[in-house]
T-cell receptor, first 109, second 116 residues
Framework: ELKVEQNPLFLSMQEGKNYTIYCNYS?????LYWYRQDPGKSLESLFV?????AVKQEGRLMASLDTKARLSTLHITAAVHDLSATYFC?????????FGKGTRLSVIA | EAGVAQSPRYKIIEKRQSVAFWCNPI?????LYWYQQILGQGPKLLIQ????????DSQLPKDRFSAERLKGVDSTLKIQPAKLEDSAVYLC??????????????FGEGSWLTVV
């Protein structure tokens, strides 16, 4: 059974500093997604990572994938308040999109 | 481009009552998913359709949950009878093709169910 673990589950970030969220998964997969969810809202797609070594960047967020280590990271550069949300990674195997529990980010001044 | 539409947005029912949620996917999307998201957790797949056929319903509690996608477009998810533990957000999602690498899966805003 595919398991997806994120850490940390909660992260309080200071504005202007850099942080990393980790996503580990238990079995081979060829696709990993990152989603953002604001309170009371649905899931917004951020990145789709398809291959080992894939790196994608959008604004202050950068995601990477290491399929050999079964690890993806979401790096946040110079955190700003607008990034406060819950971030989910999700992995595809036979069952589509098995989600982690999410990382709740809060940016403080 | 219109997104995934869901209704109702909010529903409060008593336990043992029934409820139905409706989903209209993005036009042209062959694959439709229903996910259940309990507060504080990640979404969990309930059922996946490819056109009007069921691809995966292994995690659907079939004694009380049912879903259909009769014409390969809209879908309905029903719960009967509801239990307290069914309180959750029910998310509908769609994508162009199942198994197509690089497909983005788009989510609707969800239907929030409270069972009292």
């Amino acid at each position: 059974e595919l398991k997806v673990e994120q850490n940390p589950l909660f992260l309080s970030m200071q504005e202007g500093k850099n942080y990393t969220i980790y996503c580990n998964y238990s079995t081979t997969s060829d696709r990993l997604y990152w989603y953002r969810q604001d309170p009371g809202k649905s899931l917004e797609s951020l990145f789709v990572l398809l291959s080992n070594g894939a790196v994608k960047q959008e604004g202050r967020l950068m995601a990477s994938l290491d399929t050999k280590a079964r690890l993806s990271t979401l790096h946040i550069t110079a955190a700003v308040h607008d990034l406060s949300a819950t971030y989910f990674c999700a992995v595809v195997q036979v069952t589509p999109l098995v989600f982690g529990k999410g990382t709740r980010l809060s940016v403080i001044a | 481009e219109a997104g995934v539409a869901q209704s109702p947005r909010y529903k409060i029912i008593e336990k043992r009552q029934s409820v139905a949620f409706w989903c209209n996917p993005i036009s042209g999307h062959a694959t439709l998913y229903w996910y259940q998201q309990i507060l504080g957790q990640g979404p969990k797949l309930l059922i996946q359709f490819q056109n009007n056929g069921v691809v995966d319903d292994s995690q659907l509690p079939k004694d009380r949950f049912s879903a259909e996608r009769l014409k390969g477009v809209d879908s309905t998810l029903k719960i009967q009878p509801a239990k307290l533990e069914d309180s959750a957000v029910y998310l509908c999602a769609s994508s162009l093709l199942r198994g197509r690498r690089g497909n983005t899966i788009y989510f609707g805003e969800g239907s929030w169910l409270t069972v009292v």
